[in-house]
């Protein structure tokens, strides 16, 4: 059964910047678990806000923070575009920088935080992790940004990464690479395939794919049953 939940604007102070974002929490109180969701080269948009509310839904306060600043992009060459021209070190600042923020929540607490990604904030998840050990768990949605595997050293957090099959953004050959990155530096992971699914399936559950749609829903219930079980 799903939690009736509140949704709002945020912001948090990132350097001397000030980020934007979208914030889902539920209704209920009590101290509850938190997720950073990393979004796409879309930016934050309804999909993103859709995904920021499916797992609140799940009884976790989740913050998508605004790394395109108001902006969000459409057309494949606009969004490759800037995906490619990304300041990397300033947008993982922007995600980290979340975590200060969501303490100072009231329902928070001593809870843990997870950081999640998809497309391209899928691999900013993985800086993430690798930079900061303020996230317990990381959540990776067929990234489409790939990390060189020596940056993927310092990872001390579980993962659990998700992908479809018949993704031609993130292939199976870019997953196998990354599976022995992961498996040559001793790494906590799990990976689940997705049979038909393609990319960004996570972000659009009306998809006229019923392969997409099968994805999507079986990927929440994975993720928020592994969170449950590492965020404790």
Partial sequence: MTERIVSMHAAHRSGKEVIDGFLSRPIAGGERPAIVLVHGYRGLDDGQRAVTRRFAQEGFICLSPDLFHGKTYHTLEECALKKTSLDIDRAVDNIIDGVPYLRKLPWLGNKKVAVLGFCMGG????YVLARSKAFAAGVI????????????????APM????????????????????????KYKKQYAIEMYDG??????????????ANREAAAKSVLRTTKWLRKVLT
């Fill in 197 to 210: 699914a393609g990319h960004a399936f996570s972000n659009n559950p009306q998809s006229k794919n019923a």
């Fill in 123 to 126: 691999g900013l998840a993985l």
């Fill in 141 to 156: 949605y067929y990234q489409s940004l790939f990390p060189d595997p020596e940056d993927l050293k310092s990872i001390s």
């Fill in 160 to 183: 659990l990464c998700h992908y479809g099959t018949e993704d031609h953004g993130t292939t199976k050959t870019e997953i196998d690479m990354f599976r022995g990155t992961l498996d």
